[in-house]
């Protein structure tokens, strides 16, 4: 058998190429890629933007606006007191190289030549009119003090240039667009302003250029001030740096909301309204709602195009880990304000819960609910006239006491009582024996709720059921129950000058009465609360006798279900407070009377929560 021979690593015909080529991309279709840059400006406000952008690039002090209809076509137009077109070898605007050298940027030369402040760099902003109107319009004034007009059309090749005539040749340029087109016919001057307040803040203050929008349809004129933040400005961050440049931060602290966020700015133009755009960006500090602010790397490369995001190079990566310790930073100081949002939440549901236990308790009676410095208005007992066979606690016999004279003392302004706004009957209801006597007293109040005690007369009268009132135009008064159970509705009219006021009470007269509670031996008043997080734990409080403190389990199931929104946890540790004090101030009760009085606590307090 005969073996053909072939030598090692020897390739055929086929797999070897028949020539090595290479070379330069080059456009195919010249102005299929005008078109495709022209288009690519997808947001008609930043298009705007550019304009404006190529105003203060001029070194513009006043531009204007104008937003107005023409012969039955609306325009956009831009005018500027500016540098105007550079102009070519003899004086004129070129308006020639703008129109020949796309992608080939006048300021892009300018830049190398060490020209600083300048934005645009692609040469294609003028282009971005194909989003905005039919036509451009760009005039320029020349060195021979006369006026030069360029047209061009949208999705037209051609350009032209005229001579304008015009008495007196204005310095700067004016730009016009129109008609606009159907889908932005809706720009309104205010929308304008609001953009550019925002999109070119820093360009705006760094240069203090003075934009005005004139809005001829609305008749309104807007003037564009930089956009403020709202928040503590956090001015003791440090700007990091680069080998780049250095990254300028401005930052305010506030509450969260989902508004909230911080611009990504190149050269004082925002590039990103929302930084949490950015995949890297994408996680607190960035998205948590606390922020707002600028943060302005110059040396960012963006989009060409749009204009709308960056090219995430190298650039990119030295601005992202630059940001690293300035994020932990951030996230601390968000901890830091968490925290003290929590505990001045805690304080104000703390004063709101004791407030509406002050309430409830002054309408409930006294003898029931004797808890120590808690009954009573403001803190204080009210006074009520000690009657045989009457039993009252410590604070109302001292309330009842002859008044001892004390040397009289000035009054703060704010301590004193306004005119008449509210009345209370104090108790509000309660529970009386046959034949036995209930005192009770007209709280008057003014909008502040300070108790006002000047010029008041009063007027009482039983309005349903029998019993007696020993006197009917005083504050405080006596009720007689008769020998049959009943309920007794009373009311009371209090007036100060034109002012009227009216309050209503409940007697329940009844012939069987709750034996008397043991005493708690502990009354120190209303105790203060705190958390606990026991998830897994079927407790949702428990009362701290030792410290006066009542603790709150947030690993509680309803708990977690009541923070929710913030009324209803509000309710739920009110509940929480009423659960706790009617078990340790009615001991040795039973089951079913511990719920009533629960119940009847919560009714009276929920009423005053706010």
């Not at 997808?42 to 104008?66: C, G, M, R, W, Y």
């Not at 968000?334 to 308790?361: G, P, Y």
């Amino acid at each position: 058998m005969s073996k053909t021979s072939r030598k090692p690593n020897s390739k055929s015909k086929q797999d070897t190429p028949d020539s090595a080529t290479s070379g330069k991309l080059r456009i195919g279709d010249h102005w299929n890629a005008i078109s495709i840059i022209a288009l690519s400006q997808s947001n008609p406000l930043k298009a705007v933007a550019e304009f404006v952008e190529n105003s203060i690039d001029a070194h513009a002090q006043h531009i204007t606006i104008i937003r107005g209809r023409e012969k039955g076509q609306s325009y956009l137009r831009i005018i500027d007191d500016g540098d105007g077109l550079p102009a070519d070898d003899r004086g004129i605007p070129d308006f020639k190289y703008v129109a020949t050298h796309i992608c080939d940027s006048i300021k892009r030369q300018m830049k190398s030549q060490g020209e600083k402040g300048l934005q645009g760099e692609f040469g294609i902003g003028l282009l971005s009119f194909w989003t905005v109107g039919e036509q451009l319009s760009l005039i320029s004034t020349g060195q021979d003090e006369k006026s030069y007009e360029m047209r061009m059309s949208k999705g037209d090749p051609n350009y032209t240039v005229t001579r304008r005539r015009r008495l007196i040749a204005e310095q700067g340029t004016q730009l016009t667009v129109s008609p606009l087109l159907p889908g932005i016919r809706h720009f309104t001057g205010e929308k304008l302003q609001w953009y550019l307040a925002s999109e070119l803040r820093d360009r705006i203050r760094n240069s203090g250029v003075e934009i005005r929008i004139l809005d001829r349809q609305a008749r309104a004129e807007y003037l564009v001030q930089p956009q403020a933040f709202s928040g503590r400005h956090l001015d003791k961050l440090k700007s990091p740096a680069t080998t780049l440049g250095d990254i300028y931060i401005e930052l305010y602290l506030n509450d969260p909301q989902p508004t909230h966020h911080v611009g990504l700015y190149r050269a004082g133009t925002r590039v990103l309204e929302n930084i949490a755009a950015l995949d890297e960006f994408q996680h607190p500090p960035w998205t948590s709602g606390f922020l707002q602010g600028v943060i302005d790397a110059p040396f960012l490369n963006v989009t060409p195009g749009t204009r709308l995001g960056v090219i995430q190079d190298d650039a990119f990566a030295i601005f992202r880990e630059a940001l690293t310790p300035l994020t932990a930073t951030l996230q601390e100081m968000i901890a830091e304000l968490e925290q003290a949002k929590e505990e001045e939440v805690n304080r104000d549901t703390l004063k709101s819960i004791q407030r509406a236990f002050r309430e409830a308790l002054l309408a409930l009676p006294e003898e029931e609910y004797d808890w120590f410095e808690v009954y009573g208005v403001n803190g204080r007992s009210p006074k009520r006239p000690g009657r045989p066979g009457t039993a009252l606690t410590a604070a109302a016999q001292d309330a009842a006491a002859p008044e001892v004279e004390e040397a009289p003392q000035q009054k703060a302004f704010f301590e004193h009582a306004g005119p008449l706004h509210s009345v209370r009957i104090t108790p509000t209801t309660s529970v009386v024996s046959v034949r036995q006597e209930r005192n009770l007293r007209a709280v008057a109040r003014d909008r502040g709720r300070r108790v006002v005690e000047d010029d008041l007369t009063f007027d009482w009268n039983i309005i349903s059921g029998g019993g007696t009132l020993d006197h009917y135009d005083r504050e405080c008064v006596t009720y007689t129950a008769t020998g049959d159970p009943e309920l007794v509705q009373l009311t009371v009219v209090v007036t100060q000058g034109e002012a009227e006021c009216t309050a209503e009470a409940v007697i329940t007269v009844t012939d069987s009465l709750l034996p008397d509670r043991p005493k708690a031996n502990d009354q120190r008043g209303l105790p203060d609360y705190t958390f606990e997080n026991a998830p897994g734990e079927l407790w949702r409080s428990r009362y701290d006798t030792e410290q006066n403190l009542i603790v709150i389990n947030t690993g509680h199931r309803d708990f977690v279900y009541a923070t929710r929104q913030k009324a209803l946890k509000l309710r739920y540790v009110c509940r929480l407070f009423s659960k706790e004090l009617v078990i340790h101030n009615f001991p040795g009760y039973s089951p079913e009377q511990l719920l009533e009085r629960m119940i009847e606590l919560s009714l009276y307090t929920e009423e005053n929560l706010r």
